[in-house]
């Protein structure tokens, strides 16, 4: 079967040289040809080979003096020596200095392509390694947190000061804006990194649950609890306690927490003694707690517990200079997932007419909706530019089908018929009729603008009877 891998081949003898380049041709490989170092160098100048197969003794160099030049800018590229009687002592000195394996001449055709799959598939392997090693290191390091505004760099250096002090901070912003990546990056950056940062969803806590949920309880201290549980405080000790959606606690368990908060103590449920919680705090919301606190809703005494270090987290319409540099970031993230064994072409590119698109819309769903849009095109776009007129027709569907244009057709139509099932049913005819519509009749396209799976359209159009 036809494969797009290259091997460049490397050997003064040509006899023997084309017959290794004839019998990688047969096994469907691209070939590369050179007779010594020097013209292997001229090559790997402008061509990336896969794999290389180099003679170990040459007039002009060595294949160790070939692997020693390939290795100063390449550490993933496998090379295979070809060696003679007497030079299997330097072949494995050479395998010592990176290269991947040796094999002696004459070369059994048999074990010669299954050493240069083998190299392949190791290379798979290395890549594979570098993409997870780059996803530790997104989640260790400031990750998602790109942009080049002069807010941006503001809040870096805030950051970077909070980070430093042991004050509880709160963040807080609309949705999407990158709230939890900044206290990602305060826990990274401060003392207290080597500890665990844990995160509770306080939109998720019950009354009945706060207590053991925070603070842990005994076995049998609770109706049901049958083993200990630890406490999302003990857990944290060290590090860092993160307070997610904290504007949804009731006042009930902003009381208890504000307690935790003011002494630094707490009791597990079922035991007698008190303990000290060593856990930094940060808290997180998208609501206005300031006016939740006029409200009444919101506890005045804890806001102000909470509010000791304030990060605002600002929209991307109130900095359009950073959406150009997310765009391509969340393209590079995107792009490798979907290719993450990928080791040749070029990355994939906005094109200025799709920046200037993106410029013009004001991103109410702010990064989270931009790496949404990005993936999209991305579906629909596999190969080829990504230009203007694509991204304008996302970000029009976006904008009709996505939020507003929803909406509108129940709106625009809703009359006396309060019937969920069949106006729901109505909607899910109308915005399938849009996406064909939108995609010019592509099924596959339209699929992902739904985002469903393009097998599963077939259902909703025989439901529908459309087309």
């Not at 070809?82 to 200095?97: E, F, P, R, S, Y």
Request: some cysteine; charged content about 30%; aromatic content about 4%.
């Amino acid at each position: 079967m036809p494969r797009s891998h290259s091997v460049l081949v490397v050997d003064d003898e040509d006899f023997v040289r084309e017959s290794l380049a004839d019998l990688l041709d047969s096994e469907g490989y691209r070939v590369l040809q050179a007779s010594g170092p020097t013209e292997a160098l001229a090559t790997l100048a402008t061509q990336s080979p896969h794999v290389i197969v180099t003679d170990l003794s040459m007039p002009d160099g060595t294949g160790l003096d070939l692997l020693r030049e390939v290795r100063k800018n390449d550490t993933t590229t496998p090379i295979i020596l070809l060696t003679g009687v007497g030079t299997v002592k330097d072949a494995v000195a050479a395998i010592q200095a990176g290269a991947y394996d040796f094999i002696q001449k004459p070369v059994d055709p048999d074990q010669f392509v299954l050493l240069v799959e083998r190299a392949l598939e190791h290379r798979h392997l290395v890549t594979q390694v570098e993409v997870l090693r780059s996803a530790v290191q997104d989640l260790r390091s400031p990750g998602e947190l790109v942009g080049e505004s002069e807010w941006h760099a503001e809040l870096r250096s805030t950051i970077a000061q909070v980070a430093a002090s042991e004050a509880t901070v709160l963040i807080s912003g609309s949705s999407g804006t990158g709230k939890e990546l900044v206290a990602t990056e305060i826990h990274r950056q401060s003392e207290r990194a080597r500890g665990h940062l844990v995160r509770v969803n306080c939109a998720a806590l019950t009354e009945a649950l706060f207590e053991s949920e925070l603070f842990g309880h005994r076995a049998g201290a609770i109706d049901g609890a049958t083993e200990a549980r630890v406490g999302r405080f003990e857990e944290a000790d060290g590090g860092t306690l993160l307070l997610d959606e904290i504007g949804n606690l009731k006042l009930d368990m902003q009381a208890k927490l504000l307690r935790v908060l003011e002494s630094g103590e707490y009791q597990v449920l079922g035991e007698a003694r008190t303990r000290i919680a060593d856990a930094r705090v940060i808290a997180i919301t998208n609501e206005d707690l300031e006016a939740r606190v006029q409200e009444g809703t919101f506890r005045p005494d804890l806001y102000y517990r909470l509010n000791i270090f304030p990060i605002r987290m600002l929209p991307l319409s109130e900095r359009p200079e950073d959406i150009p540099v997310i765009a391509r970031y969340y393209l590079r993230r995107a792009a490798n997932a979907r290719d993450p064994s990928s080791i040749s072409g070029r990355p994939r590119e906005l094109l200025p007419d799709a920046v200037e698109a993106m410029l013009h819309y004001d991103w109410p769903g702010n990064a989270r909706e931009l790496r949404n849009v990005i993936e999209r095109a991305l579906i629909l776009r596999p190969v080829g530019e990504l230009d203007g007129e694509l991204f304008r027709r996302l970000l029009d569907i976006e904008q009709g089908i996505g939020r507003s244009g929803a909406a509108g057709l129940i709106e625009e139509n809703i009359g006396d018929d309060l019937n969920l099932r069949a106006r729901t049913d109505a909607l899910e005819r109308r915005l399938i009729e849009v996406a064909l519509e939108r995609t010019g009749g592509m099924k596959r396209d339209a699929a992902a603008l739904l985002g469903i799976d393009p097998k599963n359209l077939g259902y909703y159009l025989r439901k529908h009877q459309i087309g």
